[in-house]
């Protein structure tokens, strides 16, 4: 079982930046690969960025690259999302997700609403 826990959202004007954490609980941490994705309102959830387990790999969606970057401390239990240049369709709840797709578990985070102004 892994518990995740985010944080770091909020209200930003648009071209500003925020931070995102994601603490996970357990000793397996470095096993799940990781991402971030979001929701917004009357929207599907949708994909944002994922790392692998050891953080050497990672993998964007189109219109976050080059604005968004996904990292991971394993000896922290923790993984980020740094969002920069921000902008009003970046607005979502935004979510954690560990998973390890050779044997099928996964774990959601709860999410946290960030909110970019114009």
């Known amino acids: 079982q892994v518990q995740l826990v985010e944080s770091g959202g909020g209200l930003v004007q648009a071209g500003g930046a925020l931070r995102l954490s994601c603490a996970a609980s357990?000793?397996?941490?470095?096993?799940?690969?990781m991402g971030w994705f979001r929701q917004a309102p009357g929207k599907e959830r949708e994909f944002v960025a994922r790392?692998?387990?050891?953080?050497?790999?990672?993998y964007y969606t189109d219109s976050v690259k080059g604005r968004f970057t996904i990292s991971r401390d394993n000896a922290k239990n923790t993984v980020y999302l740094q969002m920069n240049s921000l902008k009003p369709e970046d607005t979502a709840v935004y979510y954690c997700?560990?998973?390890?797709?050779?044997?099928?578990?996964?774990?959601w985070g709860q999410g946290t609403q960030v909110t970019v102004s114009s």
């Open positions: 357990g000793r397996t941490f470095s096993r799940y690969r």
């Open positions: 997700k560990a998973d390890r797709p050779a044997s099928g578990d996964y774990y």
């Open positions: 790392i692998t387990g050891s953080g050497d790999t990672t």
